[in-house]
C-alpha cells in the first residue's frame, strides 16, 4: 500500500479519483466510493496511452502506482490505500470486526490480485484489440475454482460485503465486459454471489465496454 493520509479541511474541497476504466484498481475504488456514498470528482488517467509513466504523473506518484485519490492535501494511491480511505468515510466501515474474518477477507482480495493481469488483458482485448497471454484463461478459470468453492454456503466472502467483495467485484465485473461472463455461470456458488452483488447500487455507475473504448470515466 502506498498512501499520504494528513489532516485537511475537507469542507474547502471535494475528493478527486484520477483513473482509467479499464483499470481493475480504478474500478474497485469507484465500487468503494458507491457503497460509502461518497462524491468523486473525476478525472481521466489515460494508462493505454502510458500517461502513468509519463513525468507529470510521476510527479505525484514517483512509481506510476494508481488510481490517484485527493482529498484537500491528503492522497491515497493504488486500489489498496484508495479503498482503506474511501472506507474511513460515510457510516461505518466495511472491514470485518473479527479477526479470523478479517485475515480471511484479506486472503482473498490478495487471491484476486493474482487474477489482475489476465482480467485486465481480457478486457482490453475486447476494447482494443489487444493480445492476451496465452495462459490468462487457465489462471483465471484456476483461481475462480477456488473462489467458488470458498463461497459454498456463503452470501458473500466473509459475513456481510466487504473489502475482499470489493476486489472480486471488480474481477466479476470485467469478465462480463470481456465477453466470459460463462467463468461466472458455470460455477454455482459464484454466480449466486455474483446475482448479489450486482444488484448493489454501487454496481450500476460501472464503466461499461464502450466507456473504456472511449476512454470515458464517471464519477461515482
Known amino acids: 500500500m502506498f498512501g499520504l493520509f494528513k489532516k485537511k479541511n475537507k469542507a474547502e474541497t471535494g475528493m478527486k479519483l484520477r483513473g482509467f476504466p479499464g483499470d ?14 461518497v ?7 489515460d494508462t493505454q496511452a502510458g500517461e502513468q509513466d509519463q513525468a507529470e504523473y510521476r510527479a505525484l506518484s514517483p512509481f506510476g502506482k494508481h488510481p490517484y485519490l485527493q482529498e484537500g492535501d491528503a492522497v491515497a494511491i493504488g486500489a489498496e490505500a484508495g479503498l482503506a480511505y474511501l472506507d474511513t468515510r460515510g457510516k461505518g466501515f466495511m472491514n470485518p470486526k473479527k479477526a479470523q474474518h478479517f485475515g480471511h477477507q484479506n486472503y ?3 487471491v484476486s490480485e493474482i487474477v489482475a493481469a489476465s482480467v485486465e488483458s481480457l478486457v482490453k482485448a475486447a476494447a482494443f484489440g489487444s493480445d492476451v ?8 478459470e ?5 473462489f467458488d468453492s470458498a463461497l459454498t454456503g456463503k452470501k458473500f466472502i466473509v459475513g456481510d460485503y466487504s473489502h475482499a467483495d470489493v476486489h472480486w467485484t ?9 465477453g466470459k461472463q460463462d467463468m461466472i455461470d458455470l ?11 450486482k444488484q448493489r447500487p454501487s454496481y450500476a455507475s460501472l464503466p461499461s465496454l ?10 461515482a
Not at 24 to 37: D, F, P
Not at 39 to 45: A, N, V
Not at 142 to 146: C, D, E, I, S
Not at 187 to 197: G, H, Q
Open 24 to 37: 481493475l484498481s480504478t474500478v474497485k475504488c469507484l465500487i468503494m466510493a458507491g457503497e460509502k456514498q
Open 39 to 45: 462524491k468523486l470528482e473525476i478525472e481521466l488517467l
Open 108 to 110: 482473498w482480495w490478495q
Open 133 to 140: 497471454a496465452a495462459d490468462a484463461e487457465a489462471i483465471i
Open 142 to 146: 484456476t483461481n475462480l475454482n477456488a
Open 170 to 178: 471488480a474481477v466479476a465485473h470485467f469478465l462480463v465486459l470481456a
Open 187 to 197: 460455477r454455482p456458488n459464484t454466480k449466486a454471489w455474483y446475482d448479489k452483488v
Open 210 to 219: 464502450e466507456d473504456i473504448k472511449q476512454k470515458q470515466l464517471k464519477a
